[in-house]
């Protein structure tokens, strides 16, 4: 699974060479600065990125990060943990049509992923300070987001099951759209959102158990986590967010089945436990691995590796949880 997941999600587009900056963004930089320069920086599988300088009068120098989406979402995660997000400063509508952008506070970054303390660590301080923030007390999110090119359907919902398998069930769609049918699939999803999700979903919340929604980045894997130059702490960026179980966060790591993702996980399940029942925590874990997959299977039709992955993973769910939930 996992070298198939590395080569495709690790292959962006590296931007480089001089940009011509959309006179919409000229307009949200300070006034008084002079543009030195705006080249391409970075890669993304789906945006333009670039690094735009600047120099006021006075001779001090202010560098910004151009992008195109993920507004809200960076902006709450930023709000949460300030020293693992950048500040996004401001966004809007390109003079090209359907172009839109974001200037963030420019962050220089080192090649290679965070150590596993500082990674875990960082992404145990998005949950742990958002713990109980949720503005309605409700998994969901205040507006759709973009995961890639793919929207997100983020409607309040009191029940983290029923967020799961409206999310599952979009996806679904999507998946067919890009790729066209697949009867092993349709043969699949009828058990999968029946019996799987809400055998291992709703004993979250039933028996006097309960969860509370965290803030969840949403697309947390190594594409979109680099190490700060000056502080040496992790950088995430280019988030899907909403506010949904802690645990959903990390199965996009699990996928690379390696040591470091390994101890990641361990490793955030030192400082923040397991949800009760305990005992359903892998079955969890890669019941949520599963939406990772299916977004990429619709997000990379070409691949067939995705959508093979998705029918083998739920077939496994699906044959491990026959009898679905029962109240006993």
Not at 87 to 116: M, T, Y
Not at 197 to 226: E, Y
Not at 253 to 260: M, P, Q, S
Not at 290 to 314: C, G, N, Q
Request: charged share 25%; net charge negative.
């Amino acid at each position: 699974m996992a070298p198939a997941y590395w080569e495709v999600q690790n292959s962006p587009k590296v931007h480089e060479g001089d940009i011509e900056l959309d006179e919409e963004i000229i307009a949200q930089l300070p006034s008084e600065s002079t543009i030195k320069n705006c080249r391409g920086h970075g890669a993304s599988n789906w945006n333009t990125t670039a690094r735009i300088d600047t120099e006021k009068a006075d001779g001090e120098s202010q560098s910004y990060f151009l992008k195109a989406r993920e507004f809200e979402s960076m902006k709450l995660i930023n709000q949460t943990v300030p020293e693992y997000a950048p500040k996004p400063l401001a966004w809007g509508k390109c003079s090209k049509p359907n172009q839109h952008f974001i200037l963030f506070e420019f962050h220089g970054l080192q090649k290679g992923p965070p150590s596993v303390a500082r990674f875990t660590n960082a992404v145990v301080q998005l949950h742990s300070r958002s713990l109980g923030a949720s503005p309605t007390g409700k998994f969901g999110f205040h507006m759709n987001t973009y995961n890639g090119t793919l929207e997100q359907t983020n409607d309040w919902t009191d029940s983290w099951e029923s967020f799961y398998i409206r999310g599952m069930q979009q996806m679904l769609k999507l998946d067919r759209k890009a790729r066209g049918p697949s009867a092993e699939l349709e043969k699949l999803s009828g058990p999968f959102l029946e019996k799987v999700i809400p055998r291992l979903l709703r004993p979250l919340q039933t028996k006097g158990r309960n969860i509370t929604p965290v803030l969840i980045h949403g697309d947390l894997w190594l594409g979109n986590v680099s190490v700060q130059d000056q502080s040496g702490e992790p950088l995430m960026f280019d988030a899907s967010a909403f506010w949904g179980h802690n645990e959903y966060e990390l199965p996009s790591i699990r996928l690379l089945e390696n040591d470091w993702a390994k101890e990641c996980m361990r490793s955030y399940h030192d400082h923040i436990p397991v949800s009760e029942p305990v005992d359903d925590w892998d079955a969890r874990s890669r019941l949520y691995a599963i939406r990772v997959i299916i977004h990429d299977s619709a997000l990379y039709p070409d691949s067939t590796h995705f959508r093979e992955t998705l029918i083998e993973e739920m077939g496994k769910l699906v044959d491990q949880f026959p009898e679905g939930y029962t109240d006993q």
